[in-house]
């Protein structure tokens, strides 16, 4: 069965450095993807990248970029130069096929972020 | 605005009764998702639509109902309301396929039940 595990439940980062969000996931589907989320504390659920499983260069999108090490089957998320409306909650997902060609999503647990001034 | 729409936002209810979660789709997409989320269990995947069908079922109790309209909105029914139904439920919506940022989610509908 797919499933998705983060390692984390909580990280604190200095505001303007780095952060890299663990994940990891175990698929024996060839073609997957994996997406970030971002849930603050006023709860919507904010997409902010994804993976697909044959693309040949890791996904950037701003200050976020995604370390996909396919061997490892991991899929850690960057954060760059941390701000701190980047404080929240963080789900790595991973698509599940279903029969008939559909798909859902799967998530970890998720990794509580706090950026300190 | 993500274009996926809930309502209410929050709901408070009181045991053994019965609610209605609304959700209208991102425009274009045929799919609809319901996820509840709770402190204990995380993001569960509830059921799946797509196009006025029911694709797939995870882990949603009996007591617990959906349905996708022609014009593609989507309820989802809560019965015999419990305690431990207090959570967040989420609608998503994508096209349908194999998309790359193809899941929208709404914001969400608080539930509490007391």
């Known amino acids: 069965a797919q499933k998705i595990t983060q390692t984390q439940p909580g990280m604190f980062v200095q505001e303007k450095e780095a952060v890299t969000l663990d994940c990891t996931y175990d698929?024996?589907?060839?073609?997957?993807?994996l997406f970030w989320y971002k849930q603050p504390s006023s709860g919507e659920m904010i997409f902010l990248i994804y993976?697909?499983?044959?693309?040949?260069q890791n996904a950037t999108e701003g200050r976020y970029s995604l370390n996909f090490q396919k061997a490892r089957k991991s899929a850690n998320l960057v954060i760059s130069a941390s701000q701190l409306g980047d404080s929240a909650m963080y789900f790595c997902a991973m698509r599940d096929r279903l029969s008939g060609g559909y798909n859902k999503l799967i998530f970890g647990a998720g990794t509580r972020l706090a950026v300190h001034p | 605005d993500s274009g996926v729409t809930q309502t209410p936002k929050h709901l408070i209810t009181a045991t053994g009764q019965r609610v209605t979660l609304r959700c209208s789709p991102r425009s274009g997409d045929l799919s609809v998702y319901w996820y509840q989320q709770s402190l204990d269990q995380g993001l569960q995947f509830l059921i799946q639509?797509?196009?006025?069908?029911?694709?797939a079922k995870g882990n949603i109790l009996e007591r617990f109902s959906a349905q996708q309209f022609p014009d593609l909105h989507s309820e989802l029914n809560l019965s015999s309301l419990e305690l431990g139904d207090s959570a967040l439920y989420f609608c998503?919506?994508?096209?349908?396929?194999?998309?790359?940022?193809?899941?929208?989610f709404g914001s969400g509908t608080r539930l509490t039940v007391v």
């Open positions: 698929t024996s589907d060839p073609s997957y993807g």
């Open positions: 639509y797509y196009n006025g069908e029911e694709r």
């Open positions: 998503a919506s994508s096209v349908g396929g194999d998309r790359v940022s193809g899941y929208t």
């Open positions: 993976q697909g499983s044959y693309d040949q």
